[in-house]
């Protein structure tokens, strides 16, 4: 997209954090007036480039910093990866961190190999705040050990979430599916993620409650297409964004393509090859990325307002109400799929 042509030369050529803020303000400030749900794909694509080209040099010198500091000893090979919406390819303009790192080295170095990269991950996230990726509340960061972890450690812990599957363990296994690596040994992430899906789409039980995890939470449209609104508080009369329609959709791709064993990066990708395998009809297909195509444009257009995820029901427009609610039965029409192929 031409409005953010240029910012990958300057985020190549900055030298300091404080470079980095001001090319994420810059970002902001370029896309106040064009978010337009005709170029919404294209503009998402170039978003997420310059999402990942401001991630990685923060890395890259939080990197130096560490090195700078001789905490403990690099490992052989380590990779920064991304999560949530920045790892599904569909980042907001501003979006909190999600993030870990997967390392590999000799058995006998791993101590000192941690003490390296919990000193990275500490250095990192901090400086990915004064860019502007706030601290993610949930904790999903490179500064918690259970998303940054030896290769050996990683998959023994993911192998405990697929045979014990309670609650938390199906939530941790959801997030880990959107692991994308940024910056580093790229092939340890490709290749944790694989055998990850592979894992899971070979576990029927697993799959099962995977697909009941996918029910939830139940889209905010009723009987007879009616808005469910917040009723109380300081967002009554607003709708969350990401609940509606939005987080339903993701969740029931992800679970297709466990079911398909489907390894790829972003929802958009998903999304095709769910089509290439036949698994929904072709039909169904095609209204998936509309709906995603619709729930990007709210989501990327909202983001930029003090309200975020929750928007006043009575600013949206006559075709905006409209788009909005087809995306929701969509998502709706994908978890009634979810749900048959769940009870067999």
């Keep these: 997209m031409e409005q953010l042509d240029g910012l990958l030369k300057q985020i190549t050529e900055a030298k300091t954090v404080n470079e980095l803020n001001k090319i ?90 941690y003490a390296f990269i919990q000193y990275l991950a500490k250095i990192g996230t901090s400086f990915l705040v004064e860019i502007g990726y706030p601290y993610c509340l949930g904790n999903v960061m490179a500064t918690n050990r259970r998303w940054s972890q030896s290769v050996r450690d990683w998959e023994e812990q993911m192998s405990m979430y697929i045979h014990h599957h309670f609650p938390n363990d199906i939530r941790f296994l959801f997030i880990a599916m959107d692991m994308r690596p940024i910056y580093g040994a790229h092939e340890l992430v490709y290749n944790g993620k694989k055998k990850l899906i592979e894992q899971l789409s070979n576990h029927s039980l697993l799959l099962k409650r995977m697909g009941e995890h996918v029910m939830f939470p139940y889209v905010p449209l009723g009987w007879f297409g009616n808005f469910q609104l917040e009723r109380w508080g300081r967002y009554s009369g607003c709708l969350h964004l990401k609940q509606s329609g939005y987080v339903q959709l993701v969740n029931a791709v992800k679970f297709l393509s466990c079911v398909g064993n489907i390894s790829v990066m972003t929802t958009w990708e998903r999304i095709e090859w769910i089509g290439r395998q036949s698994l929904l009809p072709v039909a169904l297909v095609e209204q998936v990325q509309d709906a995603l195509v619709t729930c990007v444009y709210f989501r990327l257009k909202y983001s930029l307002e003090a309200t975020g995820d929750y928007v006043p029901f009575s600013i949206l427009n006559t075709s905006e109400r409209a788009r909005l609610k087809q995306t929701m039965k969509v998502a709706k029409k994908l978890q009634r799929v979810v749900m048959r192929q769940v009870r067999g």
Excluded at 88 to 104: C, H, K, S, Y
């Design 24 to 113: 994420h303000r810059d970002v902001a400030y370029r896309l106040r007036n064009v978010i337009e749900r005709d170029v919404i794909a294209s503009l998402s694509r170039a978003l997420s480039n310059v999402h990942d080209a401001l991630v990685r040099k923060a890395i890259m010198l939080a990197e130096e910093e560490t090195k700078r500091a001789e905490v403990g000893t690099p490992p052989d090979k380590w990779c920064w990866y991304v999560m949530g919406s920045l790892g599904r390819g569909e980042p907001t303009i501003w979006t909190d961190q999600d993030n870990g790192i997967l390392f590999d080295c000799p058995l006998g170095q791993e101590g000192e190999c």
